[in-house]
């Protein structure tokens, strides 16, 4: 059975840093998309970065804040966030999938359960 599980969200003042963590199991993505998505309340899911094979992507909204790692020894994926903004306020979802577009979410197919990210100001 594949499973996605985040961990590392939590509550940040504005400017300050967390870093998630994305462990997988079940099977291994190495030629996959693996990326991170967001959807704040009220709001549509929405791409923050990607990562396949040597290439990495970044909406534009976090672009120079986070970064986007994988250690395919640990299977697992992480988003380090730096220099947090209130705005950055979400559920933080992991996902791994084979599709063409890395910021499309019908790219995925398997989707971790999200974890809560709080920037105060």
């Known amino acids: 059975q594949v499973q996605l599980v985040e961990s590392g969200g939590g509550l940040v003042q504005a400017g300050g840093s967390l870093r998630l963590s994305c462990a997988a199991s079940?099977?291994?993505?190495?030629?996959?998309?693996m990326g991170w998505f967001r959807q704040a309340p009220g709001k549509e899911r929405e791409f923050v970065a990607a990562?396949?094979?040597?290439?990495?992507y970044y909406a534009d909204s976090v672009k120079g804040r986070f970064t986007i790692s994988r250690d395919n020894t640990k299977n697992t994926m992480y988003l380090q966030m730096n220099s947090l903004k209130p705005e950055d306020t979400a559920v933080y979802y992991c996902?791994?999938?084979?599709?063409?577009?890395?910021?499309?979410?019908?790219?995925?197919?398997?989707w971790g359960q999200g974890t809560q990210v709080t920037v105060s100001s």
């Open positions: 996902a791994a999938g084979p599709g063409l577009r890395y910021d499309a979410v019908r790219s995925y197919n398997y």
């Open positions: 079940g099977r291994t993505f190495t030629r996959y998309y």
């Open positions: 990562r396949s094979g040597g290439s990495t």
